[in-house]
C-alpha cells in the first residue's frame, strides 16, 4: 500500500492507479479503525479494481463545545490495518493540506441537515460537506462508501452530489454499507471504547429497544406513542438523555407521523455518561 500525504503525490498516485482504464473506490474516514470501516474496505473492493482510503480528523466537522485533540488517532496502527485488507492507497494529508492559508469556503445542505444530529452539533454538517466535497474533488473516485451508521451524514452527501451535478461520483454511486454491530446488537463505533463496563452492558439496549419499537410500528401500532415508549426505555435502561427518537423518510430525513409507502428509517441518538451514542434502522418493507 501507498501514502500520500500532499495532494501533489496523491494525484501521481491517482493517475497511476487509473492506467488501463481501472476504476477506483474512495473509503473516507477519521481513522481510529474498527470492523465497520474495514466492512466499507471490502465493500469497496468487491466493487472497483482499487480501494483509495483516507485518514483525515476534520476539525471543521467539530462544534466549539467538543474536544478535537482527544479524537483518537493512531495513523500507524490504521496503515497496517488497511494494508491487510488490500487498499491500494491511503491519503493521510494534515490540517494544512486540506484547508491552506486563507481557506475560506464552506458548502451548507440545507434541509437533511438541520434536524436530529445537526440541531445538536450546529456547522457540524457544513463541515461534513465541505471535506468530503474537497476528498471527491482530489480523487475523483468511480464510486463511494460510507457506514449507514450515519445515516443523515450519509443523506448530507448524496443531496450534495446530487446538487452540485458532481459525476467522480455520481449520487448513484454513492453506496451505504450495512451498519456493522457488535455480538449483541451494539453498532461498531470509536466512541464505544469510552464506556464503561456497566455502560457498555446498558448501551446494548438500545438495539434491542429499537427492533422492539420497529416491530409495533411495522404491526400497525401508533407511532408518536411507540416513539414515546422507546424513550421511556432508553432512560429506565441505564441511558442518561435521548436527544431524539424519530420516524423519518429515508431519502429528505422529514420526519414521519405514520408509516406509509416510502422508504422509512427509525434514528436515534442517546448519552449515556459522557457517550452519545447514534443509531438507525429501515422500517417497514418499502424501507
Keep these: 500500500m501507498q501514502t500520500a500525504t500532499t495532494l501533489e503525490v496523491l494525484r501521481k498516485r491517482v493517475a497511476e492507479l487509473r492506467q488501463s482504464g481501472a ?22 473492493k468487491n466493487s472497483c479494481d482499487h480501494v483509495v482510503a483516507s485518514i483525515f480528523v476534520n476539525p471543521t466537522q467539530f462544534s466549539p463545545n467538543e474536544d478535537l485533540d482527544s479524537y483518537p488517532r493512531q495513523l500507524v496502527k490504521d496503515s497496517e490495518m ?18 491552506p492559508d486563507g481557506f475560506v469556503s464552506s458548502i451548507s445542505v440545507r434541509g437533511v441537515s438541520e434536524g436530529f444530529c445537526g440541531a445538536d452539533r450546529p456547522g457540524h454538517f457544513d463541515g461534513v460537506a465541505t471535506v468530503v466535497c474537497k476528498l471527491f474533488n482530489q480523487v475523483q473516485p468511480d464510486m463511494a462508501f460510507f457506514g449507514e451508521k ?18 467522480r461520483p455520481h449520487v448513484d454511486s454513492i453506496i451505504g454499507v450495512p451498519t456493522v454491530r457488535e455480538e449483541d446488537g451494539l453498532a461498531m463505533s470509536s466512541r464505544n471504547r469510552y464506556l464503561s463496563a456497566k455502560q457498555r452492558e446498558e448501551a446494548a439496549m438500545l438495539s434491542m429497544q429499537m427492533r422492539e419499537a420497529i416491530a409495533r410500528i411495522e404491526d400497525g401500532q401508533n407511532v408518536g406513542r411507540t416513539l414515546t415508549a422507546l424513550e421511556d426505555a432508553l432512560l429506565g435502561a441505564g441511558f442518561d438523555r435521548v436527544d431524539y427518537a424519530d420516524l423519518a423518510d429515508s431519502i429528505t430525513l422529514e420526519k414521519l407521523g405514520e408509516l406509509g409507502d416510502r422508504p422509512a428509517r427509525l434514528l436515534v441518538a442517546a448519552r449515556i455518561g459522557s457517550t452519545r451514542l447514534i443509531d438507525n434502522m429501515p422500517v417497514g418493507q418499502a424501507a
Design 23 to 44: 476504476s477506483i473506490a474512495l473509503v473516507p474516514t477519521m481513522g481510529a479503525l474498527h470492523e465497520g470501516h474495514l466492512s466499507l474496505m471490502r465493500e469497496a
Design 82 to 99: 488497511l494494508e491487510a485488507e488490500g487498499v491500494a492507497l491511503l491519503w493521510a494529508p494534515d490540517t494544512q493540506q486540506m484547508y
Design 150 to 167: 450515519d445515516f443523515q451524514q450519509l443523506a448530507v452527501i448524496r443531496t450534495m452530489a446530487r446538487d452540485l451535478d458532481l459525476t
